[in-house]
């Protein structure tokens, strides 16, 4: 159990490493990425038409309101004339065009997506979702959004086509870097009846991957622990997003005992990107609690909360990722779906978590309704199951993609009667962090 104790505290300063690292790297996710597919699929007198194609092939880390924001730079003196599925924000200066006006001349477009509700004739399949796109591991149905574009001053061949740079994706805020676009093998299109076959003229993708710290510079989640065995409840880590200024003007969050709360939130944005968060020591707009319940013969239970500190914000389709070792054994969970993710295959320690449909997807924003739970049933694997040491606590949890603090392991409550710490050998220690720097650096 040393063995497990310095594991933890390897991960724990892992994912220290990781968070002050701009390398968009996931170790619970190595492959994740949006890809962005254009499709030439037609030419036109001056320029051609595309379909515009994002998956996101995320397992966890979904797009939420108000949406992604697509931008790119021409590589000559294109112009839009048209879309159909989504809208640049900004027409730019057309001045020079007489009788057809196009959509946008500008020589950087910023494209949205259209809202839900937009007429059918102004519609492409996977458009006008407001910009809201679901992770591939949540429904790789709905992780898909496409818009359809009519590009003029382009050329006509795919030997004068000129691929655009500089690609941007804001979802909504920042994070993700794209690489630049890569001429592909056309894409082939089977009829609906699958009798038929036919091929872009052209096709080109752009893939973009995430990082959280070019998202924002500071956490937004913390966990914070508890079990039946012992009265402690160790709490978020003081400051982990941030601390409250001093004094009766707080200025950086609401009190939640403040006599005009209702009318502070409500002079605010609605779903604002920058969070106005309740006054707590950690200063975060997301806390899990992990609270380990019940003790049976062959089972052991966990209670899950998620709690919204964030008056500024409604997380729709939000999602956990949680790494604990007996997820390979999960008997039954309560009110949260449920998936597991094997990032490499052997190792089965990996859940992803989320609500369910009308019930309890929409984390309200702070307050009284601001909260989801869960309770998990794991059945005991005797080689392996302990109370010691920590073992009952996660090793990572992700709120919406995005990694959250965990309390120094040293404080995580532990039983009264496991006083008998021994010494933790230190050449088992070392070479837990041998083995272990080995398995990260061969996935960096
Ligand atoms: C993007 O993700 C897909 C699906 O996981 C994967 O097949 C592809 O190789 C990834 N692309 C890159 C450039 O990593
Ligand atoms: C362009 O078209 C020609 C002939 O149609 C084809 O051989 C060539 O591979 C195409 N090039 C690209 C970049 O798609
Ligand atoms: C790429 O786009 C970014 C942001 O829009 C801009 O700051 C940068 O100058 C652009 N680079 C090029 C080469 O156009
Ligand atoms: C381009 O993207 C599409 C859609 O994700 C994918 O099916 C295709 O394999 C990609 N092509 C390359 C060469 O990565
Ligand atoms: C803020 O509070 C901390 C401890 O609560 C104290 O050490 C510090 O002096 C205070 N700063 C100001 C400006 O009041
Ligand atoms: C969250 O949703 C509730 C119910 O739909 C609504 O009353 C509230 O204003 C929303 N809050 C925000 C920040 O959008
Ligand atoms: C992982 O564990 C879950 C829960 O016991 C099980 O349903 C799933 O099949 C396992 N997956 C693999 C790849 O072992
Ligand atoms: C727990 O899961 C592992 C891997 O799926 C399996 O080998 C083992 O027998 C399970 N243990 C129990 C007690 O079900
Ligand atoms: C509970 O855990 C805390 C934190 O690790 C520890 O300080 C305390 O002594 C424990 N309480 C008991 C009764 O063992």
Not at 139 to 154: H, I, K, L, M, R
Not at 269 to 285: A, E, R
Not at 336 to 354: C, E, Q, R, V
């Amino acid at each position: 159990m040393e063995f497990f104790r310095s594991a933890i505290l390897l991960v724990f300063l892992l994912s220290c490493f990781s968070f002050s690292s701009t390398d968009a790297f996931d170790a619970l996710d190595p492959n994740g990425n949006i890809t962005i597919k254009w499709d030439v699929t037609g030419w036109t007198p001056d320029g051609y038409v595309a379909v515009v194609t994002m998956f996101n092939f995320q397992q966890y880390r979904h797009i939420q309101a108000p949406g992604w924001t697509l931008g790119w730079t021409w590589a000559k003196k294109e112009v839009i004339w048209n879309m159909v599925g989504a809208q640049t924000t900004e027409q730019g200066d057309c001045s020079k065009f007489k009788g057809n006006i196009p959509h946008c001349c500008k020589k950087d477009p910023t494209v949205v997506d259209l809202l839900p509700g937009t007429p059918y004739n102004l519609q492409v399949a996977n458009c006008c979702k407001g910009g809201v796109i679901n992770s591939w591991g949540q429904d790789p149905e709905t992780a898909v959004s496409s818009f359809q574009v009519s590009v003029g001053a382009a050329g006509t061949t795919n030997k004068t086509v000129r691929v655009p740079k500089n690609f941007t994706l804001k979802a909504p805020g920042p994070g993700y870097t794209c690489g630049p676009a890569k001429i592909v093998k056309p894409t082939k299109f089977v009829t609906n009846d699958g009798r038929r076959v036919t091929q872009a003229m052209m096709t080109w993708n752009i893939t973009c991957t995430y990082s959280q710290f070019l998202a924002q510079k500071t956490p937004t989640c913390c966990v914070s622990l508890s079990a039946f065995y012992n009265d402690t409840i160790v709490p978020c880590p003081t400051c982990t997003c941030g601390c409250q200024k001093n004094g009766t003007h707080h200025g950086n969050c609401v009190d939640q005992d403040e006599p005009h709360l209702a009318s502070v939130v409500s002079g605010l944005g609605k779903n604002n990107y920058s969070p106005l968060v309740q006054c707590t020591n950690h200063m975060c707009p997301i806390r899990i609690h992990w609270h380990v319940k019940l003790n049976y013969k062959e089972y052991w239970r966990v209670k899950v909360t998620i709690t919204n500190f964030n008056y500024n914000m409604n997380y729709t389709q939000w999602n956990l990722v949680v790494q604990h070792p007996n997820f390979d054994n999960l008997t039954q969970l309560f009110s949260f779906h449920y998936k597991s993710l094997t990032p490499y295959g052997a190792i089965n320690d990996t859940a992803m978590l989320w609500g369910m449909k009308f019930y309890n997807d929409l984390l309200m924003n702070a307050g009284p309704l601001g909260n989801v739970q869960s309770e998990l049933l794991f059945r005991k694997d005797l080689s392996t199951f302990t109370f010691d040491k920590g073992w009952a606590f996660p090793l990572r949890v992700y709120f919406n993609g995005d990694n959250c603090v965990m309390p120094p392991p040293d404080s995580y409550p532990y039983m009264p009667n496991a006083g008998t710490v021994r010494k933790v050998s230190s050449l088992k220690l070392v070479v837990t962090l041998i083995l272990s720097t080995a398995f990260f650096f061969a996935f960096v």
